[in-house]
């Protein structure tokens, strides 16, 4: 069966790689990726998947679903699709999203043999405001049995972890003077957030090591010869864990209180992108993918252990059913996601043939779960204690 999946996608790569060419070609922003979803609803229709869309009240999502002849396992994959500002599709998403079809493809080939349902999930907006977010807030991954998704890299990993995240910003509110005739008649938002700053600077140190806080100003006012009278300031809050990122927040939030009431400013503070939770990785769901990598002719010591790459909508996913986040090698040189070097290469051929080893090992790994009662029923049992222990 395995050999049958390989052949289908095999059969169908010069259409898989047109349509990972064209998003690359044509980067869309979260939220607005009308091209991108549009080219993988078409080719989620002429496979035989029924598809919605829109989906989950979100215009660019969908749902592509395959229901077996005979009962079994829900399978997810996920897609994703949208770029990045300025650097178009420096992250592989073009990549992402194909994979993932590729992989829904070659499984469908034999699904009807084994039962089940297959279904995949058109995520928008991962860089910023996650679609993941509001379909598992919506209880959309509650009856599913495993989700799987590869990210496009350097290098090969396991799933590993990542890093719950929220998403901040300060507004501070001054009164406004003229800066050399009436100084003392002003209040200075701009000082409010330089404060800020400052006061979590030495917040860091009594922050555990996994802990990180990154902001910009994007407000800072208008002229030199203004006190200003508005300010604003964005910023990042991680760390290892949900509870300690809640904990990390409230403590930011004091630090900005504390600015205003040093400079007279009123403040204000509301979260303007989604907040993720950390990635609860399936370890047996994640060992089968790198059997499967190896299988595939990947040398074991070639699949690094599962590093920490930032955060993720996966996350909020992974509590509520195993999900993995592996990384499989789409470029021959050194080059980090969200650069131009790592957006070029992999828009190459070089590129295109890792997306489809990743898709046949996504695959391998449904059909290997899904023909093994005993490993899913191991997969499940893991979620539930792991799901438990990170409350």
């Given amino acids: 069966m395995k050999q049958q999946i390989a052949s289908t996608i095999d059969l169908h ?13 044509n980067p869309e922003l979260g939220h607005e ?13 002429e496979h035989g998947f029924t598809v919605q869309a829109p989906y989950a009240g979100l215009p660019t999502a969908f749902l592509g679903t395959y229901a077996a002849s005979k009962p079994g396992p829900t399978i997810a994959f996920l897609c994703e699709y949208d770029a990045l500002p300025e650097l178009g599709h420096a992250c592989g998403h073009h990549l992402i999203g194909v994979m993932s079809l590729a992989a829904a493809v070659g499984l469908k080939a034999v699904i009807d043999q084994l039962g089940g349902t297959i279904r995949v999930y058109g995520t928008p907006a991962e860089e ?49 003077a003229h800066a050399a005739a009436s100084p003392h008649e002003g209040v200075n938002a701009l000082d409010a957030v330089l404060l800020l700053f400052q006061s979590i600077g030495a917040l860091r140190q009594q922050l555990h090591s996994h802990a990180r ?36 927040v409230q403590k930011v939030i004091r630090c900005a209180e ?42 074991e010591d070639e699949i690094e252990y599962g590093k920490d790459h930032g ?48 898709a046949k090992a996504l695959a391998f790994t449904a059909y290997d779960v899904v023909a093994d009662p005993a490993l899913l029923q191991s997969i499940r049992d893991e979620f539930e204690r792991s799901v438990s222990a990170a409350e």
Wanted: proline fraction near 4%; glycine fraction near 8%; charged fraction near 20%.
């Fill in 13 to 25: 790569a010069p259409s898989f790689t047109d349509i990972s060419r064209f998003i690359g070609e």
């Fill in 33 to 45: 990726e009308w091209k991108a979803s549009a080219r993988l609803i078409e080719a989620l229709k």
């Fill in 128 to 176: 910023t405001k996650g679609a993941k977010v509001d379909m598992a807030a919506a209880g959309l991954f509650d009856d599913v049995d495993f989700a799987l998704m590869a990210h496009p890299y350097y290098t090969y990993e396991k799933s590993g972890s990542s890093l719950a995240m929220d998403a901040l910003e300060f507004e501070f509110f001054g009164k406004a």
């Fill in 213 to 248: 806080i990154h902001g910009i100003i994007t407000e800072g006012g208008k002229a030199p010869n203004i006190i200003p009278d508005y300010a604003a300031a964005q910023f990042y809050i991680r760390s290892a864990s949900r509870p300690y990122t809640n904990e990390t």
């Fill in 258 to 299: 504390g600015a205003a009431l040093q400079t007279g400013c009123t403040m204000k503070w509301s979260n303007y992108e989604y907040s993720y939770d950390e990635l609860i990785t399936n370890t047996h769901l994640s060992d089968t993918f790198t059997r499967n990598l190896a299988g595939l002719g990947i040398p």
């Fill in 311 to 358: 955060s993720l909508d996966l996350g909020n996913v992974s509590r509520h059913c195993p999900a993995v986040h592996p990384y499989v090698k789409v470029v021959d040189e050194k080059h980090l996601l969200h650069t131009k070097e790592f957006r070029d290469l992999a828009m190459q051929p070089r590129a295109f043939e890792g997306m489809l080893l990743g």
